[in-house]
């Protein structure tokens, strides 16, 4: 049997080993029920437990306020850029997008249709930053302001959100697919955040999405009903059958983390792991990075050859050292590190000192 | 460790052992990839395989002809209520549904936000069967014609669908959620043929659509890209992320189904499951069914014991014995025997014995 390998997928991607060992033990009789958990109606006491103590530990995780709903649906965040705005632009018809990468992008094309998009500022190709926010053209009648506050592809991260250049009244709406759960987040200060689970929360399938209540209700008619936020709400996620064994499989990523100390300590975690990446990038051998150093993404670590003629090189070499998935995306090319909460700091460690003797034998 | 429970859940439901043990080993390390199915990216070599083995094999199950798609997509069947006509409506935007059961009346309702929807005929309540053909008032302009072949909730299958009265060019589209798999079906009668999977496919989240292809393109301004089966199509279900564990669990279940020997031997074994539950609530004894013996269901067994009374000792002398599951759906009431393809016939002849048993002990 080959070893675990070092899995630095944009997404799907890692999940801690721990999860994944226990859902194999689980997998043919979950505690004594004689059923899987994919076997168990979503209707029943045994699955019922199993989703409100999911929804318990990522409340308490996230810290999240009681008045904002906690909704796992489907289709994932290229789903949900057309979910928000069916839900949420009501009968302004109107919001505002910023775009700072490839995800905000295509974000603003599928909010097109269903309302009037004005994009307050569009970062410059190649995506390596946020737009200066005296330059934002803000609605104070949108309703609502959308951003994707990392950028997967990109490797582009908001790490402090500029809140005073939205306007006030105006909900911000943030994809955060691609860093939910690396870090704290003051969820009072959004509308709605969403994201697809298979980075940091679990199996490609699931969807989450964090919505004021107060927001609810205003649903384009249009909408089917299994992405209505409120019937959701009201419904406790299970207005249809949920994606269940996804749901499972979150709440013992959840439990996870907990035991990882939550995410003040996964924070400290992933800093540290960022850093060694970027120190490599930085020292002006034979990579580079080109995101403006504010905006680099902890998770998605964006980088090239100087050489591109090495990238075959590089990949393989990886490989036989046991790391993979770390090409870049086909739009931007080079390499991508993702290395989300599940990546452990060694597999960066290992990929540094693969890294470091790469340089030595290609320098 | 207790026992595997003889599962009679209407959905999510029973999963052959076989497929759940198999995925239980290949948990951490999928074929010595170093990663879990759920790790891995939905583009890598890895993953495409799985994919394009899972199509192939329900291809070859289900006589797939090559001018249909098949598709994988998320939210459900009632999900697909929407998607249908934001997909196959077009400029018409009119549709003919016939009514038999609790789902398709739900068609209808999601339907409606869509476009004109003409009800051909509704079956009255309590469902038990099918409105005759010659009181169909079909729309030869109709953009399609829907039905539910399987009701889940009430138990009422359409064995043999009189083709001969929808007018002809309309297109069929059929909710095949809760029996699909459990016998042959001649997809060159349809237009489309759609399900959740959680009843003899795979697990929840995963959606089957399987769309003759000349009626892509005609996608509603307002259907979002991810639900789009034209673009599904073209991208191989891969537009997004697609719920790549559901895929793999669905392949296992398509490779078990192969080694039953395809769907013709497993319809003579569902048959048999279901011709020996309905000679017990047809002899008049404590147990009785009320649907049309034309329409019976062979994946919903539907039935009540004529003293309700004695409804909580039935099941919780059926819990004691290891059957679970057995209530009725809220809405009808009664019991509910869902006895799809990886049900064994184990299982059929425990709850058979266990029927004799109580009406000589309750009788």
Request: glycine share 10%.
């Amino acid at each position: 049997m080959t070893p675990r390998a070092y899995n630095f997928s944009a997404g799907p991607a890692a999940l801690p080993l721990e999860v994944l060992e226990q859902a194999a033990r689980e997998m043919t009789n979950w505690r004594g029920s004689g059923m899987s958990v994919m076997e168990m109606s979503h209707r029943g006491p045994e699955f019922i437990s199993i989703a409100a103590q999911a929804e318990a530990d990522l409340r308490e995780l996230l810290s999240v306020p009681s008045d904002y709903a906690v909704l796992f649906l489907q289709g994932g965040g290229l789903g949900e850029n057309a979910i928000v705005p069916l839900n949420l632009m009501g009968e302004k018809a109107r919001a505002d997008y910023l775009i700072t990468g490839s995800w905000s992008a295509k974000s603003v094309e599928e909010a097109r249709r269903f309302g009037e998009v004005n994009v307050v500022a569009e970062a410059s190709k190649p995506y390596c930053g946020m737009p200066a926010p005296e330059h934002w053209r803000t609605n104070s009648q949108a309703a609502y302001f959308h951003l994707c506050t990392n950028e997967t592809i990109d490797g582009v991260e908001i790490h402090e959100l500029p809140f005073e250049a939205v306007p006030s009244g105006v909900p911000i709406v943030a994809d955060v697919s691609s860093h939910i759960l690396s870090r704290p987040l003051d969820i009072n200060r959004y509308g709605c955040i969403y994201g697809g689970a298979q980075k940091n929360i679990g199996p490609a399938g699931l969807t989450l999405a964090i919505v004021r209540r107060d927001l609810l209700g205003r649903a384009h008619a249009m909408c089917p009903s299994v992405f209505n936020y409120q019937l959701l709400d009201q419904s406790g996620s299970m207005y249809n059958t949920p994606p269940t064994y996804g749901i499972y499989i979150a709440g013992l990523v959840f439990q996870w983390l907990k035991r990882q100390g939550g995410l003040a300590a996964i924070e400290a975690m992933n800093v540290a792991k960022a850093q060694a990446l970027y120190d490599v990038l930085d020292r002006g051998g034979l990579f580079y990075n080109r995101v403006d150093p504010a905006y680099r993404s902890r998770m998605n670590v964006t980088f090239f050859l100087r050489d591109e003629g090495l990238n075959q090189a590089f990949l393989d070499g990886a490989k036989a050292q046991g790391m993979v998935q770390l090409k870049g995306h086909r739009s931007v090319g080079g390499m991508r590190a993702s290395i989300y909460n599940a990546v452990p700091l060694q597999a960066v460690q290992t990929l540094v000192s693969y890294m470091n003797e790469f340089e030595r034998t290609h320098g």
